[in-house]
């Protein structure tokens, strides 16, 4: 065999490998929300026929899931106390569209942030501590939502 047929076939084996990574890992994928794309070309050339294949695998990540949203309706929350469930190391998000000025508390992580009377709110953190925490509207003290973070 000569080096140019080995150099061929190492170009071959490499592309091989490249293209099985981005396939292997694109269903281990774990973008948490985000939407990409990945895309591997692998060239190749011929050392018989002097000739350059071109060969492109793309794997797409699947679409980001639906956003949850709260709606405070008369200061309570619209079908009850809305139940949310993260794994940790995911990003909580939702969001509280309320008809009600007040501050909305996820307690546990002590976050706050104000809603305006008509407005939105939208909350996005990492969930890096596992257990049941209470979101309300702090002011009112009403129970809006009830997330969840698992091991």
Known sequence: MSQRQRIAVIAVAVAVL???FVIANGSKND???SSSVASV???TTSAASGTTTAATTSTAAAPAPATPVITITGGKPAG???KLTFAKGDDVRFTVASDVADEIHVHGYDFHKDVAKGGRVSFDFPAKIDGIFEIELEN?????AELKVTP
């Open 31 to 33: 973008n948490k929300g």
């Open 18 to 20: 490249v293209v099985g």
């Open 41 to 43: 070309t692998a060239t």
């Open 140 to 144: 009112a003290g009403v129970q809006i």
């Open 80 to 82: 009850g106390i809305k």
